[in-house]
């Protein structure tokens, strides 16, 4: 079945005339052919989005949260068959198919209650009979650009922020991914979202997310994706709002006083849960010398245990697609030339599966301590003190998630202090994000913006200051007669 795109309420089929397909990345198998939209879907998209703006703004946010929560619903009495597609169509081990699901179920619940809320504030005036407070505008028809890793969470993330702010939405999934994309969508049709509000164009960066970014109608781009497309969208963009999530270069520090095997699932779990291809996936170990030996010991025996294959079934699920193959395999290359110790792993399978890896003696300056390499890779490196392993976890030049694991409680507030990053975890992975804390990074991990939480909404709302003066006289402000 070719599956069409979703422009102002009716499927479609693109422009083009062309088509691509979707693969089982474990089995090679075809799931299923998308439209490859053009400019001109874009166009169309736009246009759709621009019309329904001005009732979606209009409908009283706690409306449009009731359509969120019946979103919600309808997510969770598909969680099984939706959690299966992401295993399907990305890979991931199933547990954490139907996880990226329930992020997307619990992000909607959560935005539609952020219809009751939306706060601005009151505040005092400097002059008598003056009434000062600030309100949330919708920043107007947006565009949403995601990646392939959470193909129903990050859409969710974004589409679920942006509606209960009261914009239109041109969604451009990632083209690995797009059934996924094209099933969510179909849910918010079901849940009632009016023509125009969600328009889907599936295609390329190139013929559709590049029209996206230049469209002078889309007051925003919300982008989640690699660091080399985010610099090209905020040079392209304009003077549009963007926000940028991009990649993260993840450590854990393990102290001397850490619970060791507490450390060692959290590594296990961070650096192969979604086979490394996570933005917080957990790729730099930074342990203590004095435990290396025991943690390294306890690390390699945990490896060991790993399944590497179809999701379905294993631990460790396959590599999204060739080039994520070959860029793993260049960095372990790079790792071995560079005078790092390759201690388990290293080696492709069949197919596009890939063993889980370690390297010690990796050195800071190094780049597979320095670039993210998007796979079941962990580098482990040592320092001697707090401090230096502070420092180390500093001197890259991503800041998304961090984490530390120890006993001492000081020591646990100095990192949560001076790592320079958008999360610290104290005694738990670089990953398990909950929907109603902020989600984002600092450095070049992106532009600022924040996901999730309260601070969600601030990417997809204006701030309008709103003065009133009941006083029946001209007042000036700074005291001017
Ligand atoms: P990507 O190659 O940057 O693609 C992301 C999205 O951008 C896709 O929809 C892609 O479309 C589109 N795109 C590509 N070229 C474009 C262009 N010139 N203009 C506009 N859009 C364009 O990233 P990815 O490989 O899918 O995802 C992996 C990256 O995402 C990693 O770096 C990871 O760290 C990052 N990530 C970050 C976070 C976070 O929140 N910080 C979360 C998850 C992932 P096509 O698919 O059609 O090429
Ligand atoms: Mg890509």
Known sequence: MVHKLFIDGEWVESTSGKTFKSFNPATGKKLGEVQSGNKKDVDKAVKAACNAFDEWRLTPPPERGDVLLEVAG???????????????????QISEGKGDVQEAIDIFKY???????????????????????????????SGLITPWNFPIAIPAWKLSPALICGNS??????????????????????????SGVVNLVTGSGSNVGTPMVEHPDLKSISFTGSRKVGKLISRKAGLKNVGLELGG????IVMDDANLDLAVEGAIWGGFGTTGQRCTAASRVIVHEDVEQEFMDKFVEETKKLS?????????????NEDAVE??????QKGKEEGAELVIGGEKREGLFFDPTIFTNVEPNMAIAQEEIFGPVVSVLTASSLEEAIEIANGVDYGLSTSIYTENVSKAFNAIR?????????????????VHLPFGGVKKTGNGTREAGIEGVEEFTETKTVYVDYSGQLQKAQGID
Not at 249 to 252: C, G, L, V
């Open 74 to 92: 309808l997510l969770e009495e598909n969680k099984q068959r939706l959690g299966e597609l992401v295993t399907r169509e990305m890979g991931k």
């Open 111 to 141: 935005m539609a209650g952020e219809g009751r809320r939306l706060l601005g504030h009151t505040t005092t005036s400097e002059l008598e009979n003056k009434f000062a407070m600030t309100v949330k505008r919708p920043v107007g028809p």
């Open 169 to 194: 939405v041109v969604f451009k999934p990632a083209s690995g991914t797009p059934l996924c994309a094209v099933e969510l969508v179909k849910i918010l049709e079901e849940a009632g979202v009016s």
């Open 249 to 252: 270069k993840n450590p854990i």
């Open 308 to 320: 590497v294959g179809n999701g379905m079934e294993c631990d460790i699920g396959p590599l999204i």
């Open 327 to 332: 860029k793993t395999e260049y960095y372990i």
């Open 418 to 434: 001076d790592l320079d990053a958008g999360l610290t975890y104290v005694n738990s992975s670089t990953i398990g994000s909950e």
